[in-house]
């Protein structure tokens, strides 16, 4: 039996893409890159809950690998989207994460435009899994 838990994550994985893009528009842009990272993971841990499975973790690469053996849809061409997402999850957010500035000092438009281009292929290659007979 599929954990309903997954509906409640598709939801926040949808409205924290939707964050992630108001963000952008904001100029936050490092908080929009976590933001879309987050929208991924949740998107990923949605997937695997409906395949009955455990959503552990909290690198989107390794949520990718996870999927890909579950399904019959192909997600390993997702690896080079999650692996970039990826490197928002710390940097974007610790003080510490790049030497002599703080993450919003760092990060910039086209960081964050790109952070939810990944996002955003992963979701369209994801959400048709949804589709499926559970």
């Not at 949605?46 to 849809?73: C, M, Q, Y």
């Not at 997702?78 to 790049?98: F, G, M, T």
Request: with cysteine.
């Amino acid at each position: 039996m599929v954990s309903e838990d997954y509906k409640n994550r598709l939801k926040e994985a949808n409205y924290d893409l939707e964050t992630s893009e108001i963000l952008k528009n904001q100029k936050r842009y490092n908080s929009c890159a976590f933001y879309a990272q987050q929208a991924t993971e949740k998107i990923l841990k949605s997937a695997l809950l409906f395949k009955n499975e455990s959503p552990w973790g909290h690198s989107t690469r390794e949520l990718v690998i996870r999927l890909d053996g579950l399904t019959k849809l192909d997600f390993s061409s997702l690896k080079h989207n999650a692996v970039e997402l990826d490197l928002h999850y710390i940097p974007s957010r610790y003080p510490n994460a790049h030497p002599n500035s703080a993450p919003h000092e760092v990060y910039d438009e086209i960081i964050a435009q790109k952070a939810i281009e990944n996002a955003k292929i992963i979701f369209e290659k994801v959400l048709p899994l949804f589709d499926e007979k559970k």
